[in-house]
């Protein structure tokens, strides 16, 4: 790629959702490096000679679940001084013969680019889900109830804590009066009051 930024929304598409496993592989060969890594909740492979087979394996299995996939990524930034690249993608994946409706799950994928001759290649690539996205892409139905249970583990984090404060661990007590007179002006509005 000699643009990431602009390119990689199509490179994206041709690594996952190409239309022969022909044009899959091409776009391999031509993006990813010969040593190249990748990191997903489910599975993991160590950059290495020879990793980019195992890592086409992996797309190639994907393609073979899923006969449609449905893949936008919403934006890209280049970090140029660690050489990575961050995508917010949002994706339709519906496994060969399931009964459920495909829903649409987002991730963050951060991938490590290295430079050679000029072009940027991708060398390793780490998907990062919510609970919620990834079960999305097998069982739809339960990300509701994955998502309910998320709002219980918050609402009980926050019970938790009240009863930890009361107890006298982490207690906010003494800056009670402060705390209250800040969240009237709002965050940036007690340091511009400090400057009047």
């Not at 044009?23 to 490096?33: C, D, H, N, R, V």
């Not at 339960?142 to 006298?168: C, D, F, N």
Request: aromatic share 8%.
């Amino acid at each position: 790629m000699q643009n990431p930024v602009s390119e990689i929304g199509a490179v994206v598409s041709l690594l996952t959702a190409a239309a022969a496993p022909e044009i899959q592989k091409s776009a391999f060969l031509k993006y990813i490096t010969p040593d190249a890594g990748f990191r997903h909740p489910i599975c993991n492979v160590t950059p290495g000679p020879g990793s980019r087979e195992r890592v086409l394996g992996i797309f190639q299995w994907y393609r073979i679940m899923s006969p449609h996939i449905d893949i936008t990524v919403n934006s890209a930034v280049h970090n140029p001084s660690n050489n990575t690249l961050l995508l917010d993608v949002v994706q339709e994946f519906h496994i060969r013969l399931s009964p459920f409706k495909p829903a649409p799950s987002r991730l963050l994928v951060r991938l490590t680019l290295r430079e050679e001759n000029g072009l940027q290649y991708i060398a390793f690539q780490e998907d990062f889900y919510h609970p919620d996205d990834f079960i999305s892409l097998v069982i739809p139905p339960l990300a509701p109830v994955i998502r309910a249970g998320l709002s219980l583990t918050s609402t009980v984090s926050e019970i938790y804590a009240k009863i930890g404060q009361l107890l006298g661990f982490w207690s906010t007590s003494g800056v009670a009066h402060e705390t209250s007179q800040h969240a009237q002006r709002g965050l940036y509005d007690s340091d511009h009051d400090k400057r009047d």
